[in-house]
């Protein structure tokens, strides 16, 4: 099945992702049901394979990025792009940004 590189970037959120703020990340094309790979199947597959905290519910509620996260795909609003139902292409940068980090 073939791959698809993407640049992640954490935006506050590194305590979720081994305070790493930038993946280079080999996503599959396809999700478990054979569908083309979006935004929805992307957030699982982080989840499932690149988070090691255990409090997912930091960044996830309902099956979705949380409210307080924003999510820009190629420095565009992903509700200007579909949100998670965006099918994710080679090279695309997504970026998830907490709004809520303080500061």
């Known amino acids: 099945m073939p791959k698809l590189r993407l640049t992640l970037h954490s935006g506050g959120l590194e305590i979720l992702f081994s305070n790493q703020k930038k993946y280079a990340l080999s996503l599959p094309s396809q999700d478990e049901s054979g569908a083309p ?24 509620l309902d099956g979705t990025v949380r409210p307080g996260i924003l999510v820009l795909i190629n420095d565009a609003d992903w509700e200007l792009e579909g949100e998670d139902k965006y099918e994710v292409q080679k090279r695309d940068h997504i970026m998830f940004v907490s709004t809520l980090h303080g500061g």
Do not use: H, I, S, T
């Not at 957030?43 to 255990?54: E, G, H, I, S, T």
């Open 37 to 60: 790979a979006n935004v929805a199947f992307l957030v699982r597959y982080l989840c499932d394979k690149v988070m090691k905290d255990p409090r997912k519910d930091l960044f996830v």
